[in-house]
């Protein structure tokens, strides 16, 4: 497994825009593909943005346009950039890592959104 450990949340008011970091234990090269969710009071954790080995990137619907993944494999670390912010994107956010035998999360990061 690996240790990840998110960074970055906060109160901002909506339009704002807060980048979020996930460090890693160990080298993220070696997984398949990193990840971020989040999970609201009282709903499933859901996707917001993955990032593959190759660089390839998804985005959840409702973050298209203003949130972008990346990450720096020689710090071994996954950014979000969120901008734009909304009301509905108050959430915790957690980092994700997946790889053969690998499925670790972190501990989450408290983003909210109010005026």
């Known amino acids: 497994q690996v240790q990840l450990v998110e960074s970055g949340g906060g109160l901002v008011q909506p339009g704002g825009s807060l980048r979020l970091a996930c460090a890693a234990s160990r080298s993220i090269s070696r997984f398949n593909a990193m990840g971020w969710y989040r999970q609201a009071p009282g709903k499933e954790r859901e996707l917001v943005a993955t990032?593959?080995?190759?660089?390839?990137?998804n985005y959840a619907d409702s973050v298209k346009g203003r949130f972008t993944i990346s990450r720096d494999s020689a710090v071994n670390t996954v950014y979000l950039q969120m901008n734009s912010l909304k009301l509905e994107d108050t959430a915790v956010y957690y980092c994700?890592?997946?790889?053969?035998?690998?499925?670790?999360w972190g501990q989450g990061t408290q983003v909210t959104v109010s005026s």
């Open positions: 990032i593959t080995s190759i660089g390839d990137r």
């Open positions: 994700n890592a997946r790889g053969f035998a690998v499925n670790s």
